[in-house]
């Protein structure tokens, strides 16, 4: 199973951008997929991830960013609008499939900056 991110880049503050994350090599359907994010020097976070039960977003970016799933194709995306130079981060896609038990995959990684 690999995870493979694009879209990130350099934006200004206050633009938008989005980020795809499409699965490869895998024959069933995610029970959830989302994204988490590290910036330097910090640990890594959650951003938005989608499930069966709904969508959970981090406080920091409710009414900013919006994910979005094709649960049929196992892709994942996140919209972000309105950029703050605290967004700058490397982010990851992440999926999980409960099998016996819970497993979890993480995409490489995308950066996004944020110019002020």
């Known amino acids: 199973v690999q995870l493979q991110a694009s879209g990130g880049g350099l934006v200004q503050a206050g633009g938008a951008l989005r980020i795809s994350c499409a699965a490869s090599g895998v024959i069933f359907i995610f029970n959830s997929m989302g994204w988490y994010r590290q910036a330097p020097g910090k640990e890594r976070e959650l951003v938005a991830v989608s499930t069966a039960r709904g969508i959970t977003y981090a406080d920091s970016v409710k009414g900013r960013f919006t994910i979005s799933r094709d649960r049929a194709r196992n892709t994942v995306y996140l919209q972000m609008n309105s950029l703050k130079p605290e967004d700058t981060a490397v982010y990851y896609c992440?999926?999980?499939?409960?099998?016996?038990?819970?497993?979890?995959?993480w995409g490489q990684g995308t950066l996004v900056t944020v110019s002020s």
């Open positions: 992440y999926a999980q499939k409960r099998f016996e038990r819970l497993i979890d995959y």
